[in-house]
């Protein structure tokens, strides 16, 4: 029951989100806005990207594993669905600013696949930890 809450969440997330770049998108002109557009325009990518990918990756290990212990795949997908989203706004930011070029791309890419190896090796820490004391 609380996966499936978990995902209606999610998932109403994204539709707003979506519905509001589309807003963005068809109300304001691009040649002419401010930094508040500016922010709500760049905040509903940030989102609707979080959730879509989340999504995703939720169902890809869901397939991955056979169907097998669901939930555990939830907040792990939505964590790195966030790095991602994260990761492709400030791209979408800086080419938007014109700032955008190979040697700040790559360094961004780079801290992004960092910040999920910490990640990863953090909670493989944890495990660890627990492992030891139990024995």
Not at 84 to 93: H, P, R
Not at 95 to 100: C, P, Q, S
């Amino acid at each position: 029951m609380k996966i499936k809450r978990n995902l209606f969440f999610l998932f109403s997330i994204t539709i707003f989100s979506l519905i509001s770049i589309l807003l963005c998108l068809s109300n304001y002109n691009p040649y002419a806005i401010g930094l508040p557009q500016f922010v709500y325009f760049y905040s509903s990518v940030l989102l609707s990207v979080w959730g879509i990918s989340s999504i995703l990756l939720f169902y890809i290990k869901i397939k991955l594993s056979h169907k097998e212990t669901i939930y555990i795949h939830f907040w792990p997908a939505v964590r790195q669905g966030m790095i991602l989203s994260l990761g492709l706004t400030i791209i979408l930011i800086l080419r938007g600013l014109k700032l955008l070029d190979i040697w700040v791309g790559i360094p961004v890419m780079i801290i992004i696949i960092l910040l999920e190896l910490f990640f990863q090796t953090k909670n493989g820490l944890r495990k660890t930890s627990t492992k030891s004391s139990s024995q």
